[in-house]
Nanobody, 124 residues
Framework: QVQLVESGGGLVQAGGSLRLSCAAS????????LGWFRQAPGKEREFVST????????DYADSVKGRFTISRDNAKNTVILQMNNLKPEDTAVYSC?????????????????WGQGTQVTVSS
């Protein structure tokens, strides 16, 4: 079955960086668009970034644009979210998601496959 496993979360001071990874198995990775979403305590899940199945197109929430970079390595079945200049408001559980032939979709409901999430905490 399809599995998505995130790693790389942790505690970092404001202004610091973290690199999240999501390793996928059980699917033809190069045929799937990937997304990163986050959910802070007491808040709804929100879109962070997406990358289409070929890696030719990316999209970012305004709140992270210029600070976060999404990339994928189809040879390693991995999608990366490089997060720089982190802010306390970035604190959340970050989850990756996959959708077949997705061109990049901000709607979390369009993704049938999800990882378990990784906690990111940014201290001020």
């Amino acid at each position: 079955q399809v599995q998505l496993v995130e790693s790389g979360g942790g505690l970092v001071q404001a202004g610091g960086s973290l690199r999240l990874s999501c390793a996928a198995s059980g699917l033809t990775f190069s045929s799937y668009g990937l997304g990163w979403f986050r959910q802070a305590p007491g808040k709804e899940r929100e879109f962070v970034s997406t990358i289409n199945w070929s890696g030719s197109s990316t999209d970012y929430a305004d709140s992270v644009k210029g600070r976060f970079t999404i990339s994928r390595d189809n040879a390693k079945n991995t999608v990366i979210l490089q997060m720089n200049n982190l802010k306390p408001e970035d604190t959340a559980v970050y989850s990756c998601a996959a959708a077949y032939r997705s061109s990049g979709n901000r709607n979390s409901g369009m993704y049938p496959y999800w990882g378990q999430g990784t906690q990111v905490t940014v201290s001020s």
